[in-house]
């Protein structure tokens, strides 16, 4: 069901979303109309009746660019991930998307398109924009954790970053990503028993997922080793369109890549331009591609790299499946079953001399869900680094592979529920030790724990009809709209209405 209700169905929807709306899904905002922002906002639901916001500006939406106010819909697939992986109430939550106008043409051009019909509107009216919406959502709904989706490079970590050290907030495409690959990775590095601390890992296309996923392998380096992350950065190769990142690229690099570029004193009389030669030079453990260059990872590179490690670690993770940087197979075939693999998209297992290897799937939705509901279940204040690591953790521990090193890095999504019962306990027991939690009477056992977020994951049970006179029925009962209408109650358990 993934593929119908997100990508790649979802991506089609989002494409043509002006000619096939019906009617309105989720809440849209307007920067040409900031000072009703909060009243729009407001529509929705009281104040302790929301859990769970998705946001996006539509400017990057998966892997097919600018869809201006189609992007609604991205938020709307979250949050359905969100109730069936993590059993967040629907009622609970909130899709928005953050019209600025687009700069796709075909839609500007498009007398049925439903947004502001605009170039989107950048820098200082952009910034008080998203200011305005994350503060009206804070006082409207002050319960609610905030998960930003599908932002352009130049403003989705800027953005993190900014709210970060204030709000419960997150950021898929960031750190999403970064956690999955990060688990991916810990285990691969079980199995080929290499220690995180000697690390070296070679990153193809540093785009937003690329330095996400950079800065949560830096991040674990730095907390397993005790080195600063600077340090720790030095472990870590990325290479974009102009080649390997340097210093002296200085304003063509984008603040995330910044802290990630190496200094040209390393490289003098060296190739930096092409990825092979960073591959010859480096000997990584590790090749992670985020480029969407199709088959960018050649033999001649894959072989090079498995010349320097014995069970070589290539995760070609660039979606669709046509933009991914090399087939599952053929990696396995030119390292000789050798390499430990993960991709982006569901690949059936490989083969080499009559022997399988299952190939894992970086899925986000084995990792957002059930850091998101730990947040929710526990009220964290904040979303920690700390906490994403213990996330991380939780759910590498779940591998496969750690008892058999041909099955896949990561667990199956089909699982996700009960991954998402692994991940949120260690999310709420980290918040706990950080004094994070705003929840009362969070269990300490671990087993009264796992039982006590179970219980608070909403299912699709329908209640047995019961008649009740109009004059005894409440709001919600006689289906009443608007609001106020919605269930009361702070938990985000229960059954469908």
């Known amino acids: 069901m993934f593929s119908v209700i997100y ?6 929807a989002i494409e043509n979303f002006s000619r096939l709306f019906r009617r309105p899904v989720g809440c849209f905002l307007n920067i040409l109309e900031q000072d009703l922002v909060r009243d729009n906002l407001a529509q929705f639901a009281d104040a302790g009746d929301i859990d769970y916001i998705v946001v996006t500006d539509g400017e990057q939406i998966l892997g097919i660019g600018d869809n201006g106010v189609g992007g609604v819909l991205i938020s709307v697939a979250k949050l359905v991930l969100m109730t069936l992986c993590a059993g967040i109430h629907p009622p ?3 899709p928005v998307v953050l019209d600025c106008g687009t700069d796709n043409e075909k839609l500007l051009n498009d007398d049925l398109y439903l947004g502001v019909r605009r170039p989107r509107v950048r820098g200082e009216e952009y910034d008080k924009f998203v200011d305005t919406f994350v503060n009206s959502a804070r006082e409207l709904y002050p319960k609610a954790y905030i998960h930003f989706e599908d932002f352009a490079l130049a403003n989705a970590r800027r953005i993190l970053d900014k709210y970060r050290p204030n709000i419960a907030c997150f950021n ?5 990503t ?3 690959t990060l688990a991916a990775i810990m285990s ?6 290499t220690d995180l601390t000697d690390l070296k890992m070679v990153l193809f296309g540093a785009g937003t997922a690329g330095t996400g996923i950079a800065e949560m392998v830096r991040d674990a380096i730095s907390a397993e080793s005790g080195k600063s992350k600077d340090e720790a950065a030095k472990q870590i190769w990325c290479v974009d369109k102009q080649g390997l990142l340097l210093r002296s690229h200085g304003d063509a690099l984008t603040h995330a890549q910044v802290s990630f570029a190496r200094a040209d004193a390393e490289w003098e009389g060296k190739e930096t331009r092409d990825l092979l030669s960073v591959i010859k030079e480096v000997k990584p453990h590790v090749l992670v ?3 969407t260059r199709p088959k960018a990872f050649t033999e001649e590179i894959v072989k090079e790299m498995a010349k320097h490690v014995e069970r070589p670690i290539i995760f070609p993770l660039s979606n669709p499946t046509r933009l991914h940087e090399a087939d599952p197979k053929d990696i396995n075939n030119w390292t000789r079953g050798k390499a430990l693999i993960a991709t982006g998209s569901p690949f059936p297992p490989v083969e080499y001399e009559g022997k399988q290897y299952e190939v894992a799937e970086c899925n986000n939705s084995t990792c957002f869900p059930g850091i998101g509901l730990g947040a929710v279940l526990c009220r964290a204040r904040l979303l920690t680094d700390k906490m994403l690591v213990a996330a991380v953790k939780a759910l590498a ?3 496969p592979a750690l008892k058999d090193p041909d099955k896949g890095l990561l667990p199956d999504v089909v699982n996700v529920r009960e991954l998402s019962v692994h991940l949120a306990k260690a999310v709420i027991l980290q918040a706990v030790d950080e004094g994070l939690a705003q929840e009362r009477d969070i269990p300490t056992d671990d087993a009264e724990l796992e039982e006590w977020i179970r219980a608070q994951m909403w299912e699709p049970k329908y209640r047995e009809l019961k008649l009740v006179h109009k004059n005894s029925a409440s709001r919600y ?3 009443e709209l608007g609001a106020g209408s919605r269930r009361q109650g702070s938990g985000v358990a229960g059954a469908a209405p």
């Open 7 to 12: 990508t790649p169905t979802e991506g089609e």
């Open 92 to 94: 609970r939550t909130i």
């Open 172 to 176: 898929d495409d960031v750190q999403g």
């Open 178 to 180: 970064g956690c999955v």
């Open 188 to 193: 691969g590095l079980h199995v080929s028993k």
């Open 289 to 291: 591609g985020t480029s």
């Open 397 to 399: 521990a779940q591998s």
């Open 477 to 479: 009962a006689k289906g």
